[in-house]
């Protein structure tokens, strides 16, 4: 199982970045997906994840502004992330649950 994360990166507080995360190694349609953020010295935060079927759900923190979607002739996955604020920074990594992470992208708002 492969899980590349990309897309992270600086920006203003308000403004927009999408992440994506690539997969590879299983049959991705199959799979729920699911997006964590982690804060140095904080606990994992689950932020959203979309169903093999679509059902998504989102963290309250995050709900009505990021927006979890998957393509499954592409076997990825994209979170885009819509009103940053400075609370978001965090490392994102995408995850098939429990047992698989990627590496994590870095977003920074600031």
Do not use: H
Not at 76 to 100: F, G, H, I, R, W
């Amino acid at each position: 199982v492969q899980l590349v994360e990309s897309g992270g990166g600086q920006v203003q507080p308000g403004g927009s970045l999408r992440v994506s995360c690539a997969t590879a190694g299983f049959t991705f349609k199959n799979y729920a997906m699911a997006w964590i953020r982690q804060v140095p010295g904080k606990e994992r935060e689950g932020v959203a994840a979309i169903g093999s079927g679509g059902r998504i759900m989102y963290a309250d923190s995050v709900r009505e502004r990021f927006t979890i979607s998957r393509d499954n002739a592409k076997n990825t996955v994209y979170l885009q992330m819509n009103s940053l604020k400075s609370e978001d920074t965090a490392l994102y990594y995408c995850a098939l649950t429990p047992a698989y992470w990627g590496q994590g992208t870095q977003v920074t708002v600031s």
